[in-house]
Structure formats: structure tokens, C-alpha cells
């Protein structure tokens, strides 16, 4: 038996109408409780949350005392698949659509990685309009490389994925000390997979399963107010000065400048070619402590509770 907690953070939607909620339970209904053994919770990040009412059997809601992103949802649901037993826990935003056979396929993949302790994640595609969008790899440290439909295996790769999708060991994830909340929306996912490669954990790419999902870059305007967008280019310069190297770096300056020239061939609004604008001239003209110190000062403001960057993020006082 495979025994997966799987976590879907919800905002501003009611929680069992979510697109991933429905293909989740969906894809758990074709097997039986001998192979699977399946919690799901429900993490309310709306502001003005309210209980929706009885919950199916096998799932748990919580509504969020305030929203501190995605590091503090995954933190909770790691706590909880710690202490209950669970092997796996499954990330998922509200708007992926998993395919019927997603749970078939993964279980079978965990049932054989179980022997296996350094396989620290299961990721199948994620992909929007038929474009591949995770996961992926740098070659040379630098440029991104995305894995395609005939991978199927254990990454010879360090290799990065989105939140969305993503199965990970529980025992992993606890080894690398939890989920950033430094890195508490965007680039949350960055943080914990750089870390499983530095603790020897490997991918397992399960090229087969495609994960729908929508993402909101793609329709920037529509979709990302200007806060969040920002948001968005603080968090990646942090992780690229913290994590990456300085051929990455230069990429990600040069990606950059890529975007203001799609800010004006696009039209978009001056106050996101302003942000990237922004960005730009930081990484052109500050040095990587001052940027670092900015983005701490930033973040801390946000959440003053938070102190030292170093793991462990989740409480480890008690054995699970």
C-alpha cells in the first residue's frame, strides 16, 4: 500500500469545486483501499474564508490564520503526513487537472521507489496548451531544459519542478528541513528541490502523465496584479543569488531585458515594465549582498515573525 497525503491550497474558491480536487478524487476512485491509502487537505488561504460545510470522507479542511503563501500550507500538510504515517505528500494548486490515471500510474512508481530511499520526488509534466512547462533542468547550470514526453525514469539530472503535481517523500522533505517560508509563494518550489539535490535525492520523471494546468504569466495583465508581480522578480532574484551560479546569473539579466521588450511589444501597462525595470537595474547595479538585504528588509516587513534563513522550518522536537 502506497499512503499519499496530498494538499490543495485554495483561494478565494470554494474548496470542493477546484479543478484539482474534482480530478483528484476522480483519479482515486479507480483503485482500491488494498493499493492506496489517500488523505487530502484542503488549505484555505482566502482571507475571508468560509466553512464549506461537511467534508467527504478522507478529506480535512483548514482555513489559514492569515496568508502566508505556500511554504506554510506544505509545512502544515508535512506536519501532518509526518506524524500520521504518510510515505508521499502530493502538492497541488487549485487549478491543475489531473488525469484519471495519475494516482494508477504514481502508486506504482512509489510502490517501486519505496526500496529506494534517494528517489525524493515523482513528477509527472505539467503543461498548459500543449506547451511543457515542468519539469526541467539547466544545461550548464544556466539554461533551462525541459523534459519531454518519452522521459521516463530516474533524472541523471538536478533537476527542478513546480509545486503542482509534484510527489514527494515525506522522509525527504523532513531531511532538508521543510519547506522555506523566506521563499513563501513564488520560488518556494525552486528552494525545496535545489535542496533535495544538495541532500543526494533524485527525480523520477514520469514523462507519461500529463498534468494540465493554468498558469498566470501567460496572460500577465489579466491574471497577476502588480504586487504579485513584483513579488514574482523579488523571489527570483533572491533564489539566483542564493542558489545559482554566475552564468545564471547573466542569463537571468539577459532574461530580463527580454521581457522589457515584451512589455513594449505587447502594449503592457507601465507599471509592470516599471517592476522588471526595476529588477533589471539591481542586477545591473547592485552588488549581491545589497540585494539580498533588500529582499530580506522587504519580506520581514511582511512577515515580521520571521528570523533566521537556515532550516529546519518545520518543528522537529517530536518524533512522527
Not at 503535481?165 to 528541490?193: C, H, K, T
Request: net charge neutral.
Amino acid at each position: 500500500m502506497v499512503r499519499i497525503l496530498a494538499v490543495i491550497v485554495v483561494y478565494k474558491m470554494n474548496a470542493l469545486q477546484t479543478p484539482s480536487f474534482v480530478t483528484l478524487q476522480r483519479s482515486s476512485e479507480a483503485l482500491s483501499s488494498e493499493r492506496l491509502c489517500l488523505k487530502i487537505v484542503l488549505y484555505d488561504n482566502s482571507c475571508d474564508a468560509k466553512d464549506p460545510g461537511p467534508m467527504p470522507e478522507g478529506v480535512e479542511y483548514h482555513a489559514a490564520d492569515q496568508n502566508a503563501g505556500l511554504s506554510s500550507a506544505y509545512n502544515y500538510a508535512l506536519g501532518l503526513a509526518r506524524s500520521q504515517g504518510y510515505d508521499w505528500l502530493l502538492t497541488l494548486d487549485q487549478d491543475s487537472r489531473l488525469p484519471s490515471d495519475f494516482l494508477d500510474r504514481t502508486t506504482q512508481i512509489a510502490a517501486v521507489a519505496q526500496a529506494d530511499p534517494s528517489i525524493g520526488a515523482i513528477l509527472p509534466l505539467i503543461v498548459e496548451s500543449g506547451k511543457r512547462h515542468s519539469p526541467y533542468w539547466f544545461f550548464a547550470g544556466a539554461f533551462p531544459r525541459y523534459y519531454k514526453a518519452e522521459a521516463s525514469g530516474v533524472s541523471i539530472h538536478e533537476t527542478y519542478a513546480f509545486n503542482s503535481g509534484a510527489m514527494l517523500r515525506v522522509s525527504a522533505l523532513i531531511e532538508v528541513g521543510g519547506y522555506n517560508p523566506w521563499f513563501w509563494l513564488d520560488y518556494s518550489d525552486g528552494y525545496i528541490f535545489r535542496q533535495l539535490h544538495l541532500h543526494g535525492k533524485r527525480a523520477f520523471i514520469a514523462g507519461d502523465l500529463q498534468v494540465g494546468h493554468d498558469f498566470a504569466t501567460t496572460n500577465l495583465e489579466a491574471k497577476v496584479s502588480v504586487s504579485r508581480y513584483r513579488n514574482m522578480r523579488m523571489a527570483e532574484s533572491a533564489f539566483w543569488d542564493l542558489e545559482m551560479g554566475t552564468l545564471a546569473g547573466f542569463e537571468r539579466t539577459l532574461g530580463l531585458v527580454k521581457v522589457m521588450f515584451i512589455h513594449v511589444l505587447f502594449g503592457h501597462d507601465p507599471e509592470y515594465r516599471r517592476v522588471t525595470f526595476e529588477f533589471l537595474k539591481q542586477r545591473l547595479f547592485w552588488s549581491k549582498k545589497k540585494r539580498l538585504e533588500a529582499w530580506e528588509e522587504e519580506t520581514r516587513k511582511k512577515f515580521p515573525w520571521l528570523r533566521s534563513r537556515v532550516p529546519p522550518f518545520i518543528d522537529l522536537s517530536s518524533e512522527g
